[in-house]
């Protein structure tokens, strides 16, 4: 899994500036933590091309940016062997044309961009679950099993990852 590179604030201007957005409206979209990461490339990408951003710890939502799109994806972990790679389940695309048009299309973009960060941050946070040992709410990837966190796991029932 992904951890933050301790360079936050460069990578969200770094978005901001790609997005073409201010950066104060790009934090207030994105609140958490801001890092660079590699996602697992999708069937129809050219490898490399997009650029992809992780927002939170655990992660809430991925967002990309290639010459023609901005993508948000519902951030998820798939195992290779015992490394965990992070890849998009469902990747929403918007055409970086409205980005750079007129002032009312790129309101338009404004608020489709918004919706989509909001609409899979929900997602996403739909499929965490209250850890019934220590009541801590686990994304997917943290649990060993629906019910039980990976930390409890360890530490009160041997389990070795």
């Known amino acids: 899994m992904p951890s933050?590179?301790?360079h936050s604030a460069e990578a969200a201007a770094s978005l901001s500036d790609l997005l073409g957005t201010n950066y104060g409206a790009m934090r207030r979209l994105l609140p958490a933590e801001i890092y660079r990461v590699?996602?697992?490339a999708e069937a129809d990408d050219?490898?490399?091309?997009?650029?992809?951003f992780a927002a939170g710890?655990?992660?809430?939502v991925v967002v990309g940016v290639d010459d023609t799109e901005v993508k948000v994806g519902d951030p998820a972990v798939r195992w290779d062997g015992h490394t965990p790679v992070l890849h998009a389940r469902r990747v929403y695309r918007l055409?970086?044309?409205l980005a750079r048009a007129d002032a009312a299309s790129k309101e338009e973009f404004d608020r489709e961009?918004?919706?989509l960060v909001r609409r899979t941050r929900w997602l996403r946070m739909r499929r965490f679950r209250r850890c019934h040992e220590c009541a801590r709410m686990t994304?997917?990837?943290?649990?060993?099993?629906?019910?039980?966190?990976?930390?409890?796991a360890?530490?009160?029932?041997?389990?070795?990852h």
Not at 46 to 52: A, E
Not at 57 to 60: D, E, I, T
Request: with cysteine.
């Open 46 to 52: 050219v490898p490399g091309r997009t650029q992809w």
């Open 4 to 6: 933050p590179d301790g």
């Open 139 to 152: 994304p997917p990837e943290w649990r060993t099993s629906p019910d039980l966190c990976q930390s409890c």
């Open 113 to 115: 961009l918004e919706f």
């Open 154 to 160: 360890e530490r009160n029932h041997g389990v070795v």
């Open 57 to 60: 710890s655990p992660v809430l």
């Open 95 to 97: 055409p970086r044309t």
């Open 38 to 40: 590699d996602l697992a």
